[in-house]
């Protein structure tokens, strides 16, 4: 007897806003069955750390509430300075060497003590270049960091069932939802409030993963200051819901901030060539909150000439009845995180 696999509501708490999902398995793929968003005050969450765990903890609890979701697991994501992904060769044969070896080896590869991080692996199998041995993708995640996301759940009086990396999150609801020949290189970029996920997939597997600490505030931040505007009236200018005088002087600054956060992905980039030489991105895809500033997408293609598009977490996933949406529509891009940790409830 097979074990019915039981959801999760995926529980994505970003840099400006908590927002969760659950999903069913239907016969042709998933459906979302609940939704429930809520803002969080600036400097809630920053690079990936709860700062006012009262505060987060109250949104999670109302939001859990409002989305009427039947499952009581939750799935978590953690990002930013205290995560590491990497993939190492390992010159060893067999899953009980690899374990032994990474008992010993893995602070090499890692810039925190042992004791300080939970570690995890996955074997991708010999490797391809000309180090002779495994190939095995390490995560490690500091153990306070873990922690403080699943204490502000247990205090919204729900368990994170799952933690997960927010870049692995990313590219499960990205193979949810596109086709791409096994030999294609995608880079998936998700552009938060304050931190930016990129994850360079090929084949299924993360070639390349690196958390930024730059996001959408810098544009509000560069608005509020230039414009003598409050938060929420540099958001709306951000994303051109107010048009008027200001609009001429808007677009030079949007446009400074945006070569500042092309600058950084051109980094990631130039370091993903120098360590695969042979490896070329092929298509580019952006996500999250910032992905709707306008002239993003298009100045990362203009840039680095890879086709470039705004990523679609809902593109083969329909919508139950109880769901807005209106305003699914309208968060579109944000939601790609807690679409990709709601799918964990499938994998276990």
Known sequence: MFKKKK????????????????????????????????????????????????AVANAIKRILTQGNFKAKGTAAGLSGHSVIVKRVVLPVAT?????????????????FGMSEVNLDYQVLGP?????????VLLVAAKKDKIQNHTSVISMAGRSADVVDID?????????????????????????GA????????????????????????????????????????AEDLKLGKTGGSEAEM?????????????????????????????ETITRVLVCGGTSRTPGLADKIQ???????EVLDPLKYITLGPKVNAGQINLLGPSLTVAVGLALRGFDR
């Open 7 to 54: 959801s999760v509501v995926g529980l994505d708490v970003g840099s400006s806003a908590v927002r969760a999902v659950e999903l069913s398995k239907t016969k042709t793929g998933y459906q979302m069955t609940g939704f429930a968003y809520e803002q969080l005050g600036p400097d809630s969450v920053v690079d990936g750390a709860i700062m006012d765990s009262r």
């Open 95 to 111: 899953e009980q060497e690899i374990d032994a070896s990474l008992q010993f080896d893995a602070e090499q590869y890692i810039p």
């Open 127 to 135: 490797s391809q270049g000309n180090d002779v041995g495994m190939e």
């Open 167 to 191: 870049a692995f999150a990313l590219q499960n609801a990205f193979e949810a939802n596109y086709s791409v020949p096994p030999t294609a290189t995608v880079a998936l970029l998700n552009i």
């Open 194 to 233: 304050s931190l930016m996920n990129i994850n360079i997939t090929k084949g299924g597997t993360p070639l390349f993963i690196r958390d930024v600490p730059v996001g959408g505030n810098q544009y509000t931040d560069i608005l509020q200051k230039e414009l003598q505007l409050d938060f929420q009236e």
């Open 250 to 278: 808007v677009m030079p600054l949007l446009e400074s901030i945006t070569d500042m956060l092309v600058m950084e992905v051109q980094k990631t980039f130039d370091f993903f060539r120098e360590t695969y030489p042979n």
């Open 302 to 308: 203009e840039t680095f000439g890879y086709p470039t």
